[in-house]
């Protein structure tokens, strides 16, 4: 059983800044990818932030020099911190990982997500 735990939403005003954390647990053999993707109101779920188990990353233009995510391998876990949040960052925020069990094979897994709210 494998399980992604996210942390660290909350409500602040626009321009302030959060840090989400994103805990894989469980019978982790090897963790490839991981990533955020968020889903605001009324909207599909998009993709904010991706890092390679190498530390390669990838941004949507939207968060681009104001989010920087991050993994610690030792602890299986997944960051982002949010900078100079905006109205529209407004989103359920999700953690997404490939994660490989013993004798499972790989699978991609998902949190349950963390709230994040931006008022202007």
């Known amino acids: 059983q494998v399980q992604l735990v996210e942390s660290g939403g909350g409500l602040v005003q626009a321009g302030e800044s959060l840090r989400l954390s994103c805990a894989a647990s469980?019978?982790?053999?090897?963790?490839?990818?991981m990533g955020w993707y968020r889903r605001a109101p009324g909207k599909q779920r998009e993709l904010v932030a991706t890092i390679t188990s190498g530390a390669s990353t990838n941004y949507a233009d939207s968060v681009k020099g104001r989010f920087t995510v991050s993994r610690d391998n030792a602890k299986n876990t997944v960051y982002l911190q949010m900078n100079s949040l905006k109205p529209e960052d407004t989103a359920v925020y999700s953690c997404?990982?490939?994660?490989?069990?013993?004798?499972?094979?790989?699978?991609?897994?998902w949190g349950q997500g963390t709230q994040v709210t931006v008022s202007s």
């Open positions: 469980g019978s982790i053999a090897s963790i490839s990818g």
């Open positions: 997404n990982a490939g994660i490989s069990s013993p004798g499972r094979g790989w699978s991609q897994y």
